[in-house]
């Protein structure tokens, strides 16, 4: 008798725990679906209480469940900008600045596209903001889309305020555009100081700036500009030339001369890789 009796309490004991999971998981269904038949009771406790003055109610996201975070990335504050990359062989790096701009951002990305060669467009805001299609063209041929700020201001002259919204509605335009924020920075004029350094970093970008001033934007003719790339063409070399703010007609011919030349020459063309700490 004693072991019939402690048979059946132990039935019984499955049995209320049986009934107990059921009216929990038709409490959590209710919960997430906001379904259910009349008069189910939610699973007690205070992710399952209804709010004041509220007919639906959600439970918070278990701890324990989806794909653990990755650590934040952390970008080093530096003192001065890279001034050049690094790489295997011949490496060169080929930016431009200022735009973009409809009347010749689209035929440089078009000798780009060409030659299938990747470059690096440090954008103005108050420009990219009525062209975000030509931002998201080079995005999806595989361009860098860096910071130059909102309106190419002299960095030096302006209030830590004022830097940080020059930097940071220039990102906003650039992640809407690209689908994601600018990892790299260049100070209009190369005008750099400590808290251009410091905004940036806090924003997760890194200062670049260039080894070999094409200085197009002074329109010095075509083949002043080929000769000044190709005499200063060197493995690890940054070129700047312009895309934007002003007649940029010489700096198109002068792309189409010079990339052939030095990819003829055994130069390697390419974007730099973002190193973090």
């Given amino acids: 008798m ?36 009349a008069g189910t009771v939610p699973v007690a406790g205070p992710q399952a209480r209804r709010p004041p003055g509220s007919s639906a ?3 918070q996201p278990l701890t ?10 952390r970008t080093l504050v530096r003192r001065e900008p ?39 467009f440090f954008v103005c805001g108050e420009k990219a903001v009525d062209n975000k299609e030509l931002l998201a063209r080079m995005a999806d041929e595989g361009h860098v ?6 309106s190419h201001p002299l960095l030096t002259r302006l209030t830590r305020r004022q830097i940080r919204s020059q930097m940071e509605r220039t990102s906003d335009v650039i992640e809407e555009a690209c689908g994601e ?27 670049l700036a260039w080894t070999l001033d ?11 500009i080929v000769n000044r790339v190709e005499n200063g063409a060197a493995p690890g070399v940054v070129v700047l030339a312009h895309d934007a703010g002003g007649d940029r007609s010489q700096s198109v011919r002068a792309l189409r001369r010079y990339l052939p030349e030095l990819l003829d020459s055994g130069y390697y063309v390419t974007v730099p890789r973002r190193h973090y700490a």
């Fill in 2 to 37: 004693k072991k019939d009796q402690l048979l059946t309490r132990r039935r019984l004991l499955i049995a209320g725990t049986g009934a107990v999971g059921a009216a929990a998981t038709a409490g959590v269904l209710t919960a997430v679906t906001g379904d259910g038949p």
């Fill in 57 to 59: 109610y959600r439970l």
């Fill in 64 to 73: 324990g469940y989806g794909p653990p975070q990755a650590a934040p990335r």
């Fill in 82 to 120: 890279l001034l050049r990359v690094s790489g295997r062989g011949r490496t060169m790096v080929l930016t431009f600045d200022d735009g973009p701009d409809p009347r010749y951002t689209p035929d440089i990305l078009d000798i780009l596209a060409e030659y299938d060669v990747r470059a690096m």
């Fill in 145 to 150: 889309v860096g910071n130059h700020t909102w």
């Fill in 181 to 207: 924020r600018p990892e790299w920075f260049r100070a209009p004029y190369g005008a750099w100081n400590r808290a251009a350094f410091q905004l940036g970093a806090e924003l997760g970008m890194e200062p």
């Fill in 214 to 224: 094409t200085l197009d934007w002074a329109t010095p003719g075509t083949r002043t």
